[in-house]
Nanobody, 122 residues
């Protein structure tokens, strides 16, 4: 059974950094288009970054601050976040099993992790 498990969230001050991990099982991430999304209470899930075999794409709000990467040997997806701001506060989710189309749209992914909370204080 395919599964994604996120970790690495926590509390950080503005300007700080965090690295999120998404450990995958039951799928081979090297073959997958995968993405990170985030969601604040009462808001829609927002695409943050996605990665194919090597190509990457970022939302305007995080470009230049966040880096998405894969460790194929560890079958793990990462999101390195730097220069954090309070606006980055959200639950962060990794996603896989992309069905095609807009790769930063949540309904285009069928497999999700449980999420990890990131809280940034001013």
């Amino acid at each position: 059974q395919a599964q994604l498990v996120e970790s690495g969230g926590g509390s950080e001050q503005a300007g700080g950094s965090l690295r999120l991990s998404c450990a995958a099982s039951g799928i081979t991430i090297s073959r997958e288009v995968m993405a990170w999304f985030r969601q604040e209470p009462g808001k829609e899930r927002e695409g943050v970054a996605r990665i194919g075999e090597r190509d990457t794409y970022y939302a305007d709000s995080v470009r230049g601050r966040f880096t998405i990467s894969k460790d194929n040997a560890e079958n793990t997806l990462y999101l390195q976040m730097s220069s954090l701001t309070p606006e980055d506060t959200a639950m962060y989710y990794c996603a896989a099993d992309f069905v095609g189309g807009d790769s930063l749209t949540s309904r285009k992914y069928k497999l999700w992790g449980q999420g990890t909370q990131v809280t940034v204080s001013a």
